[in-house]
């Protein structure tokens, strides 16, 4: 089993920055893609990051990109999404997620993803 814990989210004001962070326990991350998901209040759940198991080019959705960026420390076992520029649409429940296939291509669909986090809340004010 593996377990992940998100961390660093909270109240921010458009244009500032937050790092959120995702631990793993039970198992290592190395093999495996990670990826981040939001969810915003009264919507789906969709996709933000993700980040290959080898460290190779990372997939951003396009509402992000440029302000996002997603990292990995594979000897804390940990994913991380630094946050620059923040927008109120932003506001969301973020969610981290391990890629259910080993040594594979980076994905955004969810249903590829079969351990998630608890999630942690990210709301930005204008």
């Known amino acids: 089993q593996v377990q992940l814990v998100e961390s660093g989210g909270g109240l921010m004001q458009a244009g500032g920055s937050l790092r959120l962070s995702c631990e793993a326990s039970?198992?290592?991350?190395?093999?495996?893609?990670m990826g981040w998901f939001r969810q915003a209040p009264g919507l789906e759940r969709e996709f933000v990051a993700a980040?290959?198991?080898?460290?190779?080019?990372?997939y951003y959705a396009d509402s992000v990109k440029g302000r996002f960026t997603i990292n990995r420390d594979n000897a804390k076992n940990t994913v991380y999404l630094q946050m620059n520029s923040l927008k109120p649409e932003d506001t969301a429940v973020y969610y981290c997620?391990?890629?259910?296939?080993?040594?594979?291509?980076?994905?955004?669909?969810?249903?590829?993803?079969?351990?998630w986090g608890q999630g942690t809340q990210v709301t930005v004010s204008s």
């Open positions: 039970g198992r290592s991350l190395r093999s495996f893609n």
């Open positions: 997620a391990r890629d259910s296939k080993i040594f594979d291509s980076l994905s955004d669909s969810q249903g590829r993803y079969n351990y």
């Open positions: 980040i290959s198991w080898n460290l190779g080019n990372p």
